[in-house]
């Protein structure tokens, strides 16, 4: 028997609210996303672990890559507010933060980046409020959408609440629904693994079938390994293998020696981090010495003050004549250009702008004698 097809489309004079006509449905072909590729634009992401396996360093590593819009891993990202919720050592989060932004050399810089020491109980209407009231405020403060709350961790943001109860876990992913509908943000919950870790995330099943992503994080020594174990719309089964390196923040007024860790790329060894390839050396070269011949001034948003700069654009036609960027033709050229900008970006050597570049001192190498140096601004 034969299908008899009618055309029936939404209808300007009566609107059915969320109601789509199945003429009107589209394939979506590309899902927006906070992180190419891992973390879906106001999405509900799990990321789990055993305690002590470096979860929460993980997630910090992501969330500060989000505020300052540099890519991770070699994935964009789409620049946003972050509201970081630790309801676990607020104190000691400030040191992690603190020691991300020296390793980036961006301790000067004011990206749109809020945390919230303390613990909100999602079960509770009152508090969920709360949270979004901040990060809409947040958000208007600091000119800047919300793109992704973190929740460090879902224990301590479940009030009395049991996590193995249907009922309150219910209301947890009710709450999450709520808050990623209102702020249009990714809400990423920090999770604990169970007993059995082989059985993933601990509590009731409903939290598995609520999220858009899930990811698991594991160590073996010194060596760590977050794996994208799930995705609805996503791809699935992604790898990235991390380490903790220390960071020396100075001394307390008893002096005794204050560190903290941050993530770093365990394919890679800690020590050739900041190594360049010889086009990159040269990139920073020839902006190196724009900068010294004619910076702009600019205030690039998520940072506080006047910035010297330069035009990408005049770094790209500098290149372009010293033959560092090349191509059969301009469309060549500006994929050639692209790669170079952000290969150095990924490796935290430039902030682009605004249409404006800068050197992150120290990463800037002189390409002659491939020493560090710090590049006046």
């Known amino acids: 028997m034969s299908a008899t097809a009618i055309d029936i489309r939404s209808s300007q004079d009566r609107p059915l609210p ?5 003429a009107d449905i589209d394939p979506v072909v590309d899902t927006p996303t906070v992180v190419q590729g891992l973390l879906p634009t106001g999405g509900f992401g799990v990321l789990f672990g055993e305690p002590g396996c470096g979860k929460s360093f993980f997630t910090l590593d992501l969330a500060l890559h989000v505020a300052f819009g540099m890519p991770w891993r070699g ?15 607020g104190l000691g989060t400030q040191k992690r933060i603190a020691a991300w932004l020296r390793q980036h050399g961006l301790e000067d810089a004011a990206g749109p980046f809020g945390l919230l020491p303390r613990a909100f109980d999602l079960t509770d209407t009152e508090d969920v409020h709360d949270l979004i009231r901040i990060t809409r405020e947040a958000a208007q403060m600091a000119e800047a959408a919300p793109r992704l709350i973190v929740v460090d961790t879902l224990a301590r ?7 193995n109860s249907g009922v309150d876990m219910g209301k947890l992913i009710a709450a999450v629904d709520q808050i990623r509908t209102e702020t249009g943000a990714h809400v990423l919950l920090v999770h604990h693994s169970g007993k059995d870790a082989t059985r993933g995330a601990r509590g ?4 598995r079938g609520a999220r858009d992503t899930l990811i698991q994080v594991e160590s073996n020594g010194t060596t760590k390994t977050a794996t994208v ?3 609805k719309d996503l791809e699935a089964g992604q790898t990235f293998p991390f380490a903790l390196e220390v960071v020396d923040l100075g001394t307390s007024p008893n002096g005794d020696p204050v560190t903290s860790c941050v993530v770093v790329d365990a394919e890679a060894p800690a020590k050739k981090r900041g190594t360049l390839t010889t086009a990159q050396r040269q990139a920073m070269d020839a902006l190196h010495a724009l900068m010294l011949a004619s910076p702009a001034t600019i205030h690039a948003a998520g940072f506080d003050g006047p910035q010297k700069a330069v035009p990408t654009s005049e770094w790209k036609a500098e290149l372009v004549g010293r ?3 090349t191509g059969a033709n301009d469309s060549a050229k500006r994929q050639s250009f692209k790669r170079l900008k952000d290969g150095l970006v990924h490796r935290s050597a430039v902030v682009v702008r605004d249409h404006h570049v800068w050197p992150v001192p120290p990463t800037w190498c002189d390409a002659a004698s491939g020493r560090d140096g710090v590049t006046p601004l």
């Open 229 to 231: 174990l799930e995705q």
């Open 157 to 163: 943001c479940l009030g009395v609440g049991d996590e």
């Open 75 to 89: 994935r964009a990202v789409d620049q946003g507010l972050v509201v970081y919720v630790a309801a676990e050592g």
């Open 204 to 207: 009731h099943s409903s939290l």
């Open 323 to 325: 033959e560092i960027v």
């Open 18 to 22: 969320g109601l789509i006509w199945l």
